[in-house]
């Protein structure tokens, strides 16, 4: 099983910088992070596209870039690519591009966004949603797969006959389909074939089993064989010393943030009592000590019918430097360890 | 004057290791001239745009930012990115994020680009090489110098009071204006106030004269002050440690590149004769020693009435990296030094 950590870039809203320096610094401090996860042993990297001023992920893939100069092993790739809004003939260079700089380490989740701003930026309309998505993830796979490509849609201009440069150093690069709750996302991604990344960032886990059945099933309706059709988690996580210091830790940041984001999305404000819940045995929230969250970790894999891959996003909680780059130590020496020994 | 490298990332075609390998190193070898130049003190390095198999910068921010994660002072921008084909919302977030990753390091040249590729690849019909550019710009401009945009024009969706993020470090994103030789594009740089860069890659350089005067004096009507309307020059060179030997080593993949471009655009094959008036002392190609190379800058700077920048493209004569690495450290320690002793 991998093990990574998926961020959003957050920018900071530090008093004592100015707005300028505050952000060279956030992403002064994200590289070192990655550069921290690559060195620790960590498998994997992940960084988020959003168009808002809390976050420094508009372009994810120039953070990527700068974190493959600075990184040997791990792997690096999008948490979600917003391809609705984008042009999937940019999006293949940009990462094409990448995968030549990391010498094959550049890896696509391609997804819709959980966020809407991306639409009115780039003058897509919310009613086209999801032919937006089918459109461009065909396009994408399309390139992926030819080197010339004969293409129409009705969200881009044509293609005729034509070569999509530099193609990467990877035979196939990894597109993964990035999903939240709707089962017929997950239909899709098991009838192309592609592999899964399912958003959990909430609620109790195991009650994703008969969407990620849909996925397997759809995968074997259409012939694809089962190492096909991985399964990836991406869940909000962090990892402390103790159970007791880790959620306690992370609580507060978490507590601001999602509260905020309710705000706009119509959720009640969070509570302790319902962290707790989501911190327990068979919440979504991967809080607590290398050991328990391994034990999770493996719980929820097991309920899931096997996952392949799990993503820590931790840095939303505005915690300092030190007990993030803290936590991505213990992920890779105790967590790592602990799960490559109960995992087949 | 600022000296530095301009490349467009050219692919190389050796066969004794496997085409995706082969790209994975010549990008790795970009890199290492990139950072070799930060050392070097050099000032600036620029990277093409190009959608073609022969070179690799059809995504010129991910290398640029790959390359400010490497780099302590050096300034990294475009040469040029192709505006006309791209989406400037895009292009604006690529670049401040880019800024935010290199601390303030970040410029756009912006231009038509002098292959015409990107048009079909992207949608655009030449007949609206103008207006496009024009139009592309004029946003481009407007989201650098404001947060919140309000925006309408004829190819693409409208913006109506949106945000664009992240905002660079820089107060103001410097955006130069990448032109060749028509006259009206110096005309519009000098009207926008815009810094100017001239690609001068053959013929005699002091014939540009009356372009920069057009410049100038359009520059100077629309009220701008004479120290904002800077002109840069990209050219071609290479410094080697006696002009015959740079001479010498620059000529057969010189001849090669330009005569199989020239087979595109009608020109005729390139003879040695040609090369040598055009390396002779009012000659577009700064190729030569040290001394040499610095008297012919200086010449040239005085003969267009002063400028601010010289770029130097090398790489396109697939010498080796070894020969590279060294022009570039007789550019830092011989030719830079030469060049501030004598201009003001």
Do not use: C
């Amino acid at each position: 099983m991998e093990i990574g950590i998926d961020t959003f870039a957050a920018a900071t809203f530090n008093d004592t910088e100015d707005k300028a320096t505050r952000n060279v610094n956030a992403i002064a401090k994200l590289l070192e992070r990655i550069e921290h996860a690559d060195q620790a042993g960590l498998d994997v990297f992940g960084i988020g596209e959003h168009h808002r001023k809390e976050f420094l992920d508009s372009a994810p893939t120039i953070i990527l870039a700068a974190a493959a100069a600075r990184t040997k092993r791990i792997r690096l790739t999008s948490a979600v690519t917003v391809i609705s809004a984008a042009d999937p003939v940019r999006v293949f260079q940009n990462f094409a591009t990448l995968d030549l700089i990391s010498n094959g380490r550049a890896e696509i989740v391609a997804g819709r966004g959980s966020f809407i701003e991306a639409y009115p930026l780039f003058g897509y309309k919310l009613e086209d949603y999801d032919a937006l998505f089918s459109e461009k993830l065909n396009l994408l796979l399309k390139i992926r797969d030819n080197e010339t490509v004969t293409w129409s849609g009705k969200f881009r201009a044509p293609l005729t006959n034509q070569a999509i440069y530099p193609r990467p150093v990877q035979p196939s690069l990894p597109i993964w389909l990035g999903v939240g709750g709707t089962p017929q996302s997950f239909i899709r991604a098991g009838t192309l074939g592609l592999p899964l990344m399912v958003a959990i960032i909430g609620g109790e886990t195991h009650r994703f089993r008969p969407l990620i059945d849909l996925y397997r099933e759809a995968g074997a309706k259409a012939g694809h064989a089962p190492d096909r059709l991985k399964v990836g988690l991406h869940s909000i996580g962090y990892v402390g010393n103790t159970t007791r210091e880790a959620t306690n830790d992370f609580y507060p940041g978490y507590a601001e943030t999602f509260t905020k984001i309710g705000k706009e999305r119509g959720w009640p404000p969070v509570t302790r009592m319902q962290y707790d819940a989501q911190t327990g045995p068979t919440g979504a929230l991967l809080v607590g000590s290398p050991l328990e969250v391994a034990e999770k970790i493996l719980r929820h894999s097991e309920a899931l019918g096997g996952i392949s891959r799990v993503t820590f996003q931790m840095d939303q909680a505005a915690l300092p430097q030190q007990k993030l780059l803290k936590s991505i130590e213990l992920i890779g020496e105790q967590l790592i360890p602990l799960i490559s020994q109960h995992s087949i």
